[in-house]
């Protein structure tokens, strides 16, 4: 089971990122999809997570209609699409599998067992 995540980078703040997470060695239209971030200093929190059908999203109050996470099964990919960047953004950003996701709580990075190796986003002037 592979993981890896590509697209981050250092941008204006207001600019836009699109993140990737490519997945491998399992059948991802079973599993839900998380991406968490950790900034220097602080906890590992959730940003956003999708289903496994893409029907159910949830999102962290802190990015919540700035991102947008999606996916396609038949590419084995989810994206999250960034957007009006803060400098407060600058985190690493991960991408997960293995936990659930629901409409009524962010992801939690305890229930999520497998992950990337992390890509930088650096929102800076």
């Known amino acids: 089971l592979q993981l890896v995540e590509s697209g981050g980078g250092l941008v204006q703040p207001g600019g836009s990122l699109r993140l990737s997470c490519a997945t491998s060695?399992?059948?991802?239209?079973?599993?839900?999809i998380a991406w968490f971030r950790q900034a220097p200093g602080k906890e590992r929190e959730g940003v956003s997570c999708i289903n496994s059908g893409g029907g159910t999203t949830m999102y962290a109050p802190s990015v919540k209609g700035r991102f947008h996470i999606s996916r396609d099964n038949a590419k084995e990919m989810v994206w999250l699409q960034m957007n009006s960047l803060k400098p407060e953004d600058t985190a690493v950003y991960y991408c997960?599998?293995?936990?659930?996701?629901?409409?009524?709580?962010?992801?939690?990075?305890?229930?999520?067992?497998?992950w990337g190796q992390g890509t930088q986003v650096t929102v800076s002037s």
């Open positions: 997960a599998t293995g936990g659930p996701c629901t409409t009524w709580d962010i992801p939690n990075q305890g229930e999520y067992g497998s």
């Open positions: 060695g399992f059948t991802m239209d079973f599993y839900a």
